[in-house]
């Protein structure tokens, strides 16, 4: 395996190998195949392998993303590619080491004394879960925040949150949450991080590419549990 500027997680048990994948994307081949995606996970039962690493990706949870050991050490990363590029520049050579650890980004550990703001959660919406190939969709993320009266209210923050899709290959989310279809079928699930300035936290949103394919659209959009109507 030759790593360059990527950031990734690996743990295992017996019976389970769960992989995170933090920053730029990481490709697998053996028994499962694939390309894994920043921001998300793959969770691999060893007994039963999946017969195509989409089948085991998820969104890598927030509390694996905010903990203290996982970002110190991207931190590092930062670190060292900053003096590996130093070093190749000063030796001639124009190229940098990678862009590892970009996702860090605006998103900040919880600090000490630092109070928490009213913020419970994200949630994404759209118009359809349907795009047609080579097709665009406006995405909006919506957070959840009880103001200083107690009361709840939404918050748009599309433009602030970090965007992230399930299959490059397939779909891309620009800065402003427009998500691009590329020429190729498929479902991608759609991933939005905004950090309230103690703390990260995501919503999730699933979109098909390709005509005549079907999604539930029944269920309410929620956010921990509680109905929002996006504005």
């Given at each position: 395996m030759t790593v360059r500027g990527t950031a990734f997680l690996v743990t295992s048990s017996q019976t389970r190998l769960m992989i995170d994948q933090f920053d730029d994307s990481l490709a697998i081949s053996g028994a499962v195949s694939g390309?894994?995606?920043?921001?998300?996970?793959?969770?691999?039962?060893?007994?039963?392998?999946p017969s195509s690493l989409m089948n085991a990706v998820q969104p890598t949870t927030d509390d694996v993303r905010n903990d203290h050991w996982v970002q110190s050490q991207l931190r590092k990363d930062v670190d060292f590619a900053k003096r590996a590029s130093a070093i190749r520049r000063e030796n001639g050579s124009n190229d940098q080491a990678g862009n590892?650890?970009?996702?860090?980004?605006?998103f900040l550990l919880d600090q000490v004394g630092a109070q928490h703001s009213g913020f419970h959660g994200i949630a994404i919406s759209a118009p359809t879960q349907i795009v047609s190939v080579g097709g665009t969709l406006q995405l909006k993320a919506d957070a959840l925040i009880t103001?200083?009266?107690?009361?709840?209210?939404?918050?748009?923050?599309?433009?602030?949150?970090?965007?992230?899709?399930?299959?490059?290959?397939?779909?891309?989310?620009?800065?402003?949450?427009?998500?691009?279809?590329?020429?190729?079928?498929?479902?991608?699930?759609?991933?939005?991080?905004?950090?309230?300035?103690?703390h990260e936290h995501s919503g999730t949103f699933v979109v098909s590419i390709g005509a005549g394919v079907q999604i539930d659209t029944t269920s309410s959009l929620e956010i921990n549990g509680v109905p929002v109507q996006p504005q």
């Amino acid at each position: 395996m030759t790593v360059r500027g990527t950031a990734f997680l690996v743990t295992s048990s017996q019976t389970r190998l769960m992989i995170d994948q933090f920053d730029d994307s990481l490709a697998i081949s053996g028994a499962v195949s694939g390309t894994l995606e920043p921001g998300f996970s793959a969770s691999l039962n060893l007994a039963s392998l999946p017969s195509s690493l989409m089948n085991a990706v998820q969104p890598t949870t927030d509390d694996v993303r905010n903990d203290h050991w996982v970002q110190s050490q991207l931190r590092k990363d930062v670190d060292f590619a900053k003096r590996a590029s130093a070093i190749r520049r000063e030796n001639g050579s124009n190229d940098q080491a990678g862009n590892i650890g970009k996702e860090l980004g605006p998103f900040l550990l919880d600090q000490v004394g630092a109070q928490h703001s009213g913020f419970h959660g994200i949630a994404i919406s759209a118009p359809t879960q349907i795009v047609s190939v080579g097709g665009t969709l406006q995405l909006k993320a919506d957070a959840l925040i009880t103001d200083a009266t107690g009361q709840e209210a939404t918050k748009d923050v599309t433009a602030l949150a970090n965007w992230q899709v399930s299959d490059r290959s397939i779909a891309s989310i620009d800065a402003a949450g427009v998500l691009t279809a590329t020429q190729k079928n498929g479902p991608v699930m759609i991933v939005a991080r905004w950090n309230d300035g103690t703390h990260e936290h995501s919503g999730t949103f699933v979109v098909s590419i390709g005509a005549g394919v079907q999604i539930d659209t029944t269920s309410s959009l929620e956010i921990n549990g509680v109905p929002v109507q996006p504005q």
